[in-house]
């Protein structure tokens, strides 16, 4: 119904061509068009971090960002996340330190957590916990989620493949 | 050469990753939200606009007429449907009259989201306002608009307990306190919004994709709202965005997806956006409770006198039968000779609650303990040599009925003082409150009795399993017990192992499909550990009987001479090695005996029914815990910020360390938010902040350092020992922060949340 726009963009390391209703955000359009379900609606507003992704190597909410925005952009998903042997030790550490439970933060979480790594390899606790500020979880109380990326800070951030 | 020799490997007591932690932490688990079928419509609920009308007309003729609209339904296009909930007080499609704003009028089928967003705009209802009634004070006066025919009086339920004589107790008592304590509305704010997908076969057959926690009570229930056999309704639960309690009830857009996927014949998916989901899911059940207690100089508890009002709101969910665990709190955390409970739950035009992690124990909790510190104060005992003088103990059977098989209350209030140097800080604090400067530091205590054993509040509470073992020695663990979140299936597959002696990568757990698992009654009530995990032991016991027959012919020795560990058939005494286990399972597998899917089951768990006095002892096991925490109060500003939790739970015994952990850690976290920053604004009937701006969740900054000790009493009942305790955690803390506050300043408070401006406002008003 909506006004279409063409935008060209590298999606997790692809380039990618698609036409999208000038007013639909990011978010629904990877999961809606691209069917990239592994970013997370969880409240439309900015305000939990479930849809996390990074733009141009920033983390952003995509449920507020217009899918028009990111043309000509460099856009990283969870998806781009899980297949980066580089983030392998962040996402095993999440798991291995009992960060993930119903799991529908952890997407988000694991993108926010790569972007405070990628600016800072060696930040500590609190920089930590204020990186993931924005991001809510309902079911852990954070600490082990926070536990395992203070683990892979401590380690020196990126471990080489 | 020397035998090769296998060492027992036990994974219990062990830091397990969830299994399906490297699933979800890829992005790759899909949820409800992320689950599409061929052909699939999508579903929007039109919802009241006003707080309590009648329905005049509505008009859906111009939604209808939209391009791809499919299906406009209401009242009038479902008279089949049938009334839902605890009370069976509302239709999912309201009729005549609308009691709430979250109250269904109607709703559309489209090809996507926003064109049924779209038509919702397009139905036209016209109302006749009807008098409001929104204080729950004001239920029951001369007058009242009433709600339900049903109701006259406005009364949704009452609960009435009753042990001893209150008035012989209070005769007894040296000092009687009584304190009105009011609980406010918070919701789950599961990170998952509720969503369903429904679909019929051309045979008639249902399928549901549903986050349901009680998958098997639920085909019932849609069965007779629909008139359909139960046998043609299957649920399929996709892994879940967060449960708590939040999924124990059908709330009316999950018949309401139904019907419509019947009227279009298609595919229909209904997912909340997140502010539907803060107005249209339960809530906590908000409380007005008056509490009474008596003590004697020498410390003795006396008497508790409970009058409870529960705001039911418009319709009756489980937020109203809370009573059922409130009770035991006043009646039997601790030794309370005299008691009088009384609640009611009034209907008003408010939000209605539902059951929430905890089900009434944080509201009782909260005041009880408050109870206790007060009265310490006047008796002039420490509050924790006065809570250990009247703690219960192990053997013990209250007056309502609750047999302490095992009972680790005392360990649990010793070692969270001891951990927290409790008794020194709280002199401390107390001493330094006179010194200049706004913050003041606080310590407080607080205990928690919860079910750890199941709940019998169904007609059975009862788990099945089945398990399979194929040719190469894998195990495939099929169970009625659902997974939400909570690490239930990395604890069962971990019971199997440990006795079958495989790897747990050797187990695979199926839990999610009505059609494929055995009955379970659902997970709620901290039941799953302990039901589920019995019945998988029963299962894996079974199989490892009929492996160490097997191999007890071919090896030449008695079957109590075998042992399995990682994967082998191994003598007991000394470990060596006699046969893969595999090896063995394929030569059985193609045998003519071969019977290799066993099933078993728990039912019962050796737990009563209540009777019509709420008597009787619920649960096979009871779990314990004391929390102490540690905060600061700016008494300038009103802010508290917590330093510390220093957490001891009686958990029978750790099977996962890292789930349990897990399990403590999000739930102090989670009493923390509803101690001090949740609060589900509701005024006028409507909820004023249905947003994360507005409804504070606790975020990663503001999590105190947490503390946390096992105390490990090896319930007899229990699987390998253990106790339930995904509720527990949560129960203790607003009262800890209450308590603590008054240890900072003095000032105690009885209403919830602490916010800064309620501290403000209550520090103040000392000062005036
Ligand atoms: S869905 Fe984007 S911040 Fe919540
Ligand atoms: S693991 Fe459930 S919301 Fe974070």
Known sequence: ?161 | MSPVTVARQSLIGRRIPKLDAPEKASGQTRYIQDIDLPGQLHAKILRSSRLHARILSIDTAKAAALPGVHCVITAADVPEQRPIGVNKDQLPLKTDRVRSYRDEIAAVAAESPEIAEAALGLIEVTYEDLPPLVDPRLSKQPGAPILHDRAADNVAMTFTYQNGDVAEGEAESDFVVEDEFSLHYVTHCCMGVSGVIAEFEPSGNLTLYSNTQVPFLHKREFAELLGIDPGRIRIIQPPIGGGFGSKLDIYPFEPICIFLAKKTGRPVKLVFSREEEFLASPTRQPVILRLRSGARKDGTLTFRTVRTLHDNGAYTSWGATTPFVMMQTFSSLYRVPHCDYFTEAVYTNNPYAGSFRGYGNLQATFAVEQHMDKLAALVGMDPLDFRLKNAQEPGEVTPQGMHFKSCGFKDCLTIAARRSDYADKRRQYEAERRQPGTVKRGIGIASMLHVGGGAKIYPSDGCGTILKLDDFAHVTLITGASEIGQGSETVLAQLVCEELGVPLDAVTVVNNDTDITPWDVGVHASRTTFIAGNSAIGAARKAREKILLAAAKVTNLAAEQLDLRQGAIVRSEDGQLLMPLAKMLRSLHFSDKAELVITSHYYEPPSQHQDKEFKGDVSAAYAWATQVVELEVDTATGIVRLDKVTAAHDVGRVLNRLGIEGQIEGGIVMGQGYALTEDLLVEEGVCRNPNFRDYKLVTAPEIPEMDISFVETQDGEGPQGAKGVGEAPAICMAAAVANAIENATGVRITSLPFTPERVYRALRAIED
């Open chain 1, 1 to 161: 119904m909506s006004l279409l726009r063409e935008i060209r963009f590298t999606l997790n390391g692809v380039a990618r061509q698609v036409s999208v209703p000038v007013t639909m955000t990011a978010l629904a359009m990877l999961r809606d068009v691209l069917h990239l379900t592994g970013t997370k609606y969880g409240c439309g507003e900015g305000e939990c971090g479930a849809c996390t992704i990074l733009v141009d190597g920033r983390s952003v909410n995509s449920c507020v960002m217009f899918a028009v925005d990111c043309d000509g952009r460099q856009v990283t998903t969870i998806e781009g996340i899980a297949a980066d042997a580089q983030w392998q030790p962040l996402r095993e550490s999440l798991v291995e330190h009992g960060g993930v439970q119903c799991g529908f933060c952890t997407p988000g979480m694991v993108v926010q957590a790569s972007h405070v790594l990628s600016r800072d390899p060696h930040a500590d606790r609190q920089a930590i916990k204020r990186g993931l500020e924005g991001n809510l979880c309902r079911c852990t109380g954070y600490k082990k989620i926070v536990d395992a990326v203070v683990a892979v800070a401590d380690a020196g951030g990126k471990v080489a493949p």
